[in-house]
């Protein structure tokens, strides 16, 4: 079955509309002659051959658990004399506390900066660049993450001083002093640029100001996270059955399984990770402004709620986003942009997270004097696409588009590999891209109709506009009551006995 | 550890680094080929049958420095219209699309004419040409298939399609599934031996909100053309490659047309595949398809050159956002025998956290969150610039950059760099160098860009060869020779409005 998906051949497209260009040439007057001679005398690109596709199978990783319930994946990939891994821990930002929104981000910056009571992280600076290695830590919504990279020749020095970081961590103060610094910068000049400004304000009105994945980190969150936070995070998210490594390079699988054993066999286990439930409500629908002055741009996000991906719906969605608003041939592209020409940017559609809904994000940017003229357009778009089904030319192009391009989801080894640590950690079937292929192949343009209907509403979605009001060529409130969001940067948590500000 | 222990250790694996590079080249040789074609396009082909797929890189040897004088932009506005079809490709009706695309640009020419004059410029007839100038636009507008270049590739697994023009040169790209080599090889042919620049002035006005964004709106991106615009007084790296917004906004058709026919050559180009493909096979078919492009001599270059710099130059922009510290110091074009030497500093400048700039300015004197500095801005194939970057932390003020800056560049110019760093710059350029061939896309830039700009792909090694050869006097002595304060422009953007006020507590929306 597997082999039979990522073999199969592309059929040919058939159509040869030549003839027909061809007798409408030959049916008007002499100055056609010469363009006439220009078709004859090369072929149309439907005439151009196209083989099938050599059989390809990819080869996927080894999966192998540990009696402690480490899940490890092995893949080798011997092109290049290079090896490297990432061990992905469950727990992320999505789960740290209210009051220290950053924990995450200072955690990750620190771990690996802070090095271990054996080597300090600049020692281990001096180390590594030395051989032009890195171990690096970072961390993200879900999970927080150790990865390295290095010549083979390195590779036992190098995963020494991994298994060091990923156990012995010392968060030094001086480390998380350096993070904060960074962090109270990038917040004071979080409103210096429009698109960090519209990213910003759109996750808050999708997901709400206080969700984890909407919130902000402020002066006093970033103020509350200590040393002794971040141990807590590692000594409690830290154990093998919430633990899955991935290894890519020169190795021989065996070999290296035999030493993944031996240096993980003995991690301990915990209970295992409980993901925290975050509801997801959606924006209040309505027009919210966030007043930029010195630009003469704005930035529109049209706002709402998506889907997962372990929803049926998400192939027809996937295909509906090609067609509305995807690549170069996607309508929001081709009539806001090449069209009308109100857009450089322009695109979007139903977002899909892999364990929470993703938001609905259709947007573009566009001269102050055009927003209201760039909203009406997003508008007509969303009702095109909402009153009729895509005709089957658009819905060939997009399926071709996802099929013939489906090669690219698998055609290195770390990307197959990153595929399976994905669908690992989010309980995902392992064939989940074969399954995706053969969903799409049975999208129907009735399904894509169907999908458009069901997930997008207008009147629910919430309409930012990040941007300079008084060079627009019609007020915002055309479109109905406008909310002014206050993008003033906070310096003292808001008290909580004066509720009702917030939204 | 002890510092000699390390010392050693580099060395050895450098010494291993190095063996491996030497056998990269040869196994490179064994599976890349160039020809160059009649016409005098260049065809470099690697091949990596890793999976059934392939990336290209077209690259024009032309950039916004070509662009014609009162026609900044010129070299991106074209680059936009490559997407837009051919004869056959992007119309329902070539011929009569033709007549209404004279028609449109005879009246937008007429138009601009009376924009244009000083004396006797007669607003009803601007009025009317405008009128009329709408009405032509509408017309050949409804010959046009909307985006069907893009489309088609798109439709046939075209993956990752995008385009780039810098101040050097102009690039096309994208991948595709391995059994469509022939029909890219038809597509980006056809694009090249007879584009039809249709929707060009809505293009334009796609350009602009182009330049909107990147630029207009952006605190860091008007400092770049502030910044480059005070640093050169005479080369066309002082212009804005998206072009000022004058001389955008009356670009024509007409212009664009012979910007391509001067440009747009085969000795001019150069084309890098790299993938599951075999060397015969792309030969065969870039003979059959490139092979159509007419042969005309190579464009002759630039004449001006920047003249030597007098004095300090520095500009202040009063900006409502945060500070930002830029300065940059002449330095000569990539054909300069010192020109790995530059890599040498900027690498240990500003490579990772074992770098000067981070240790000195961000860890130690805790006075930014950001410090670089960097070699090849805004270009490599004319006299460029050596800048350094910071952004401060929040409290400290670019003064301080600044006399940090002068502080570690002073240092490169009074004491030898340790071998340690020297060691460190080398390795890594190698295993760069390695990390860099396992992807089809990456390499094929690489090998375009190498054998376009040296006649030679083999140079991306033998760059790193000569990186090798850098010396802690070397190092000195360039120092020595551009960081001076004549050769110098800095731009601070400084904050003139207080960020708003703090919403007091309780304040929401």
Known sequence: M????????????????NSRVLAKCLLIGWIIVSACGLLLAQQGWQQ???????????????????PNGMVIFLQEDHELPLISATTLIKGGSSSEPA????LISIYASTWRTSGTEKKTGDQLDDELESIAAKIETGGGVDT????FNCLKQNFDQVFADYLDVLEHPVFLEEKIALTKRRLETAIARRNDEIDSIANREAAKLGYGKDSPYGREIEYWTVA?????????????????????????????????????RQAFGSLPKATPYDPPKIPVVGPKPGVYLAEKTDVNQSEIAMIGVGIRRDNPDYFAVRVMNEIFGGGFS???????????????????????????????????????????????????????????????????????????????????????LGEQLTYELYGYPKDFLERFRGAVEKVTSADVHRVARKYIDQSK???????????????????????????SIPTAPPRPVAAGGGR | MSRVVRFSLSLLTALIASALVAQDVSSFEKKTHVKTLANGLAIVVCERHEAPVFSFYTHVDAGSAQDPKGETGMAHMFEHMAFKGTPTIGTTDYAAEQVALQREEATYLTLQRERLKRVGRDPKKIEQLEKEFVQAQEKADKYVKKNEFSEIVEGQGGQDMNAATGEDETSYFYSMPANRLQLWAYLESERFLHPVLREFYQERDVVFEERRMRTDSSPIGRMIEQFLATAYVAHPYRNPNVGWPSDLESLTRTDAQRFFDTYYVASNMTIAVVGDVKPDEVFTLAEKYFGRLPAKPKPEDLHTTEPLQVDERSITIPEPSQPIYLEGYHRPDYRDPDDAVYDGISDILSDGRTSRLYRSLVRDKKIAVTAVGFTDFPGVKYPTLFGFYAIPVQGHTTAELQTAFREEIERLKTRDVNDVELEMVKTRAKANLIRGLGENNGLAAQLAIYQARYGDWRELFYNIDRLQKVTKEDIRRVANKIFTPTNRTVAVVQTVKPAAPPSGPGGGQ
Do not use: C
Not at chain 1, 144 to 147: H, R
Not at chain 1, 358 to 375: E, N, R, V
Not at chain 1, 480 to 485: D, F
């Open chain 1, 330 to 416: 996607s309508r929001l592209f081709k009539n806001l942009r090449s069209k009308q020409a109100l857009a450089y940017s322009v695109g979007g559609g139903i977002g899909a997270g892999y364990n929470h809904p993703g938001l609905i994000d259709i947007s573009m940017g566009t001269k102050s004097g055009s927003t209201a003229k760039a909203i009406a357009g997003l508008y007509q778009q969303i009702q095109d696409l909402l009153k009729n089904p895509p005709d089957e030319t658009e819905l060939k192009q997009a399926k071709d588009s996802i099929l013939n391009g489906f090669i690219f989801a698998y055609d290195s080894p770390d990307k197959i």
């Open chain 1, 99 to 102: 009051q220290k929104v950053g």
């Open chain 1, 2 to 17: 597997r082999e039979r998906i990522y073999t199969r051949n592309i059929p040919d497209p058939t159509s040869t509309p």
């Open chain 1, 224 to 260: 509350a996270v200590t040393r002794q936070d971040l141990l807590d995070w590692h000594t409690r998210h830290f154990a093998a059955n919430n633990i899955i490594f991935g290894i890519v390079g020169d190795f021989d699988s065996k070999q290296m399984e035999s030493r993944l």
């Open chain 1, 48 to 66: 151009v051959p196209i083989p099938p596709l050599s059989s390809f199978k990819p080869q996927e990783p080894t999966r192998i658990q540990l």
């Open chain 1, 144 to 147: 927080t993450s150790i990865n």
């Open chain 1, 461 to 487: 979605l919430a309409v930012l506009v990040v941007g300079n009001p008084k060079d627009f060529d019609k007020p915002l409130e055309e479109f109905g009551p406008v909310t002014k969001l206050d993008i």
